[in-house]
């Protein structure tokens, strides 16, 4: 089998396995702080990211690995304005690119809406670059203040259950902990393929993505992934 199916499979068996152990009662309130940091993140990911961008340093560091323009076909094509493309052309373009999801989907959003001529960028070429160099800043920056808020929730979690000592629950309990421990490990499994299309363009290697591409399990988390639908492709 697949190690990739393997390892989102281990994911969910653990927070299952945690949830059965836990109880209805810890598993609930694991699943209330996990939510509570997805949200966190979604309202402090875009000041993070403001923060980053703003960074000439981290900022020409993406720009440079990210290789957006690079990623079209025809390198003449890179240097076309937007203003003169029409949207069958740039559906071409982005289609004979060799960009993935969410980045092609979002920089077809961003030349329909010339979200950065207010930036002086005009070319094709350019919202390849700078739509890839937010998306990659949008979710390493959404993940940043998960984990931040994750680790802080559950450091008060841990506290209240070491001072107040959740009840003892029945079978029935346990059953219902484990079905909100397979719902935090389904999450999770969402959050960390979040992380695969920013992976793709740092690793670029292609046995490594095409051993990913042959996993069932890991074409489902991505191909599905809420998640990455409610990244922004600007900052």
Not at 65 to 77: D, P, R
Not at 172 to 194: H, K
Request: proline content about 3%; charged content about 10%; hydrophobic content about 55%.
């Amino acid at each position: 089998m697949n190690w990739v199916n393997i390892f989102f499979i281990l994911v969910i068996a653990i927070t299952v396995l945690e949830g059965l152990h836990r109880g209805f009662l810890h598993s609930a309130l694991s699943l209330g702080t996990f939510f509570l940091s997805i949200i966190t993140a979604f309202l402090l990911g875009p000041v993070v990211s403001s923060a980053f961008k703003a960074d000439r340093t981290i900022f020409s560091f993406l720009l440079y690995y990210t290789e957006g323009a690079e990623k079209i076909a025809n390198f003449e094509h890179s240097r076309m304005l937007i203003s003169d493309l029409t949207p069958a052309q740039v559906d071409a373009i982005i289609a004979n690119s060799s960009v993935t999801e969410p980045f092609a989907t979002l920089i077809r959003q961003n030349v329909a809406t010339k979200a950065f001529v207010s930036s002086g960028m005009q070319t094709i070429g350019e919202y390849f670059n700078m739509t890839m160099v937010c998306v990659v800043l949008n979710i390493l920056s959404f993940a940043l203040v998960f984990l931040i808020a994750r680790l802080v929730y559950g450091f008060i979690l841990g506290a209240v259950n070491y001072t107040v000592r959740f009840p003892e629950l029945r079978q029935y309990d346990r059953l219902t902990g484990a079905l909100f421990g397979a719902t935090r490990g389904v999450l999770a499994c969402f959050l960390i393929v979040m992380l695969v299309p920013v992976a793709m363009l740092f690793i670029p290697v292609d046995k490594v993505i095409d051993y990913f591409m042959s996993s069932s399990v890991g074409m489902f988390f991505y191909n599905n992934n809420f998640f990455l639908h409610l990244i922004p492709g600007t900052v």
